[in-house]
């Protein structure tokens, strides 16, 4: 089995930061991209950022140039870094990883179980 635990979710106010951080452990042979993706209430879920093993990240248009993703790939461990951080961010926000858990097997995606993030004065 895989595990994806997160941390880092909380309450701020608008213009101040946070970081998020997910590790997987557990039957893992490979890892292959890993992303960070959100939910608000009444709407579907939608991709943050993601990142590949070798460091190429796509981020969507509403957080570029205030979040940044990064790995350490020794650690199986995703980051999520969010800056001015603005209401329209709350959200629960979930991590993602592609693993290969068993030699043979194919990629597969496992999910964290979502850390709250809620931005407001």
């Known amino acids: 089995q895989v595990q994806l635990v997160e941390s880092g979710g909380g309450l701020v106010q608008p213009g101040e930061s946070l970081r998020l951080d997910c590790a997987a452990s557990g039957s893992i042979v490979s890892i292959g991209a890993m992303g960070w993706y959100r939910q608000a209430p009444g709407k579907e879920r939608e991709l943050v950022a993601t990142?590949?093993?070798?460091?190429?990240?796509k981020a969507a248009d509403s957080v570029k140039g205030r979040f940044t993703i990064s790995r350490d790939n020794t650690k199986n461990t995703v980051y999520l870094q969010m800056n001015s951080l603005k209401p329209e961010d709350t959200a629960v926000y979930y991590c993602n990883a592609e693993v290969v858990p068993f030699i043979g097997w194919t990629t597969r995606s496992y999910w964290g179980q979502g850390t709250q993030v809620t931005v407001s004065s």
């Open positions: 990142i590949t093993p070798g460091g190429r990240t």
